[in-house]
């Protein structure tokens, strides 16, 4: 195993370089337009750079030697990896200002970031309003960074129209997934159910995490076909849902030290994960009530740590939490033998494969 963390490695360093090369430019750039731009590269930056496992560029290394492993040049990879990276802080600042959080990564989130600068230099009457506008237009630039990568790839033209229609599509599923989670968010609890969960999981994380890094580093290697892309989807989907499920685990029981997000904040934003909605179903009649009080009745800023704790009780205690870790174990035997019985994924993709999706599908932060 300690080959495969040694290529998680070697990915990292690869797309950071690269990172630190597209950030440069844009400071240029910037600074070249007008000196007021400064802060829009250095947030982007910083906000990309200070952390985050790049799962997302190391499956579109996976993808593009899914089929002959080794091949092809690491220098066209490594600008779709990083467009990956890109359009992942491109969706995190936005979602940030989405759910009101204020830590990303161990640091401030991008609307937090410009409040609290505004606020430093008196700039605005209106700090908070200040904030959102500005952490919106780094999310649309970093979005823009993105597809600039994407078309330093140059690929044959059939290729390029493949690579760029999937990536587009893979915005569009996100779009659909986040329109789905804030809806479902505003929602009573009695009216959003499993498959309801499952489907946002499907479209935020499934497909945009595990599918769409896989299939754009298979379409750039000029090797994939639709056999190739579908046995990918068919590992991706179990796969990124039992990711989220942990992950949804993590933000309710992790420790903000080790995960860089405010403790209960999922709570506090009123997020109905899986384990929130079969805890309502199996709880008794005042923990419905209870329940019912936190995520369809106080406002966010009156969710204090007391009800947090007491949400995590009942998620214990209805037995859902147990629910939600036998539903990750049948998750992930489904991407296992969806991989095991490919036919153009090459071995050491499917190493890689399984060696990544016990890694994630089990993590602790």
């Known amino acids: 195993m300690e080959e495969f963390s040694n290529l998680l490695n070697y990915s990292v360093k690869l797309v950071e370089s690269r990172l630190s090369e597209v950030f440069n430019e844009l400071e240029r750039e910037a600074g070249g337009v007008s000196p007021h731009l400064n802060n829009i590269p250095f947030i982007a930056r910083d906000y990309t750079l200070r952390g985050g496992k790049r799962i997302r560029a190391f499956l579109a290394l996976v ?18 990896m990083a467009a990956l990276e890109l359009l992942q802080s491109y969706l995190l600042v ?51 960074t993105a597809v600039e990568n994407l078309a330093m790839l140059k690929l044959p033209s059939e290729a390029f129209v493949k690579l ?26 009695a009216r959003v159910g499993e498959n309801d969960i499952l489907l946002v999981h499907k ?50 029981f992790g ?40 995520y369809d009745e106080l406002p966010s800023e009156r ?20 629910y939600n870790l036998k539903l990750i174990d049948e998750l992930v035997s489904q991407a296992l033998r969806e991989v095991e019985k490919a036919v153009e994924v090459n071995r050491e993709a499917k190493e ?7 890694k994630l599908a089990y993590r602790e932060k």
């Open 63 to 80: 993808g593009y030697w899914s089929r002959t492993w080794g091949s092809g040049d690491v220098e066209t990879i490594s600008k779709l």
């Open 352 to 358: 890689v494969l399984t060696w990544l999706l016990n």
């Open 164 to 189: 760029i229609t999937t990536y587009s599509k893979g915005l569009r599923m996100v779009a659909y997934g986040q329109y789905l989670d804030v809806l479902y968010s505003n929602l009573p609890l």
């Open 203 to 252: 479209l935020k994380t499934a497909s945009y995490t595990v599918e769409l890094p896989l299939h754009l580093g298979a379409i750039a290697s000029l090797k994939y076909t639709d056999r190739l892309l579908n046995e990918l989807s068919s590992y991706a989907m179990p796969a990124g849902i039992a990711f989220q499920l942990r992950d949804d685990i993590i933000g309710l």
């Open 94 to 144: 936005h979602d940030d200002i989405m759910d009101m959080d204020e830590l990303r990564r161990g640091g401030p989130t991008v609307h937090a970031w410009f409040r609290d600068e505004c606020l430093k230099a008196c700039t605005s009457s209106n700090c908070t309003h200040y904030g959102v506008s500005q952490a919106i237009t780094v999310g649309d630039y970093l979005e823009a």
């Open 303 to 322: 969710i204090t740590e007391e009800h947090v704790e007491r949400v995590r009780e009942i998620v214990k205690s209805t037995g859902s939490l147990d």
């Open 255 to 294: 420790d903000p030290r080790t995960t860089g997000k405010p403790s209960g904040s999922d709570v506090k934003g009123k997020k109905k994960t899986l384990l929130i909605i079969k805890a309502y179903e199996l709880s008794s009649s005042s923990d419905k009530e209870f329940l019912e009080e936190v």
